[in-house]
Nanobody, 125 residues
Framework: QVQLVESGGGLVQAGGSLRLSCAASGRTFSNYAMGWFRQAPGKEREFVAAISWSGGSTVYADSVKGRFTISRENAKNTVYLQMNSLKPEDTAVYYC??????????????????WGQGTQVTVSS
């Protein structure tokens, strides 16, 4: 059974940085694309970033391009989201996700089958 556990969230001032981690278990991690999504209060869950199974391809939402970096360390079954120059509008619960099928890279909410429990990121102004 696939399990995803996020960590690294917290409270940070605007302009600061955080690094989120997502530890995966239950299958061969390196064969599958991974994604990060976020959901702010009263809003729908939205795409943030995704990385291919090999790490060779990445996709970002326009709102985070140039500030966030997604990466993965297959030997540790972990995907990361480095968040720099944080803004109050980045405040949300951040979720990592993965697909049931291997390979590719995906940016749509409906493409993902497994989700973590989320980690709260709060950016104060």
């Amino acid at each position: 059974q696939v399990q995803l556990v996020e960590s690294g969230g917290g409270l940070v001032q605007a302009g600061g940085s955080l690094r989120l981690s997502c530890a995966a278990s239950g299958r061969t991690f390196s064969n599958y694309a991974m994604g990060w999504f976020r959901q702010a209060p009263g809003k729908e869950r939205e795409f943030v970033a995704a990385i291919s199974w090999s790490g060779g391809s990445t996709v970002y939402a326009d709102s985070v391009k140039g500030r966030f970096t997604i990466s993965r360390e297959n030997a540790k079954n972990t995907v990361y989201l480095q968040m720099n120059s944080l803004k109050p509008e980045d405040t949300a619960v951040y979720y990592c996700a993965t697909k049931a099928r291997p390979y590719g890279v995906y940016s749509r909410l409906g493409d993902y089958d497994y989700w973590g429990q989320g980690t709260q990121v709060t950016v104060s102004s």
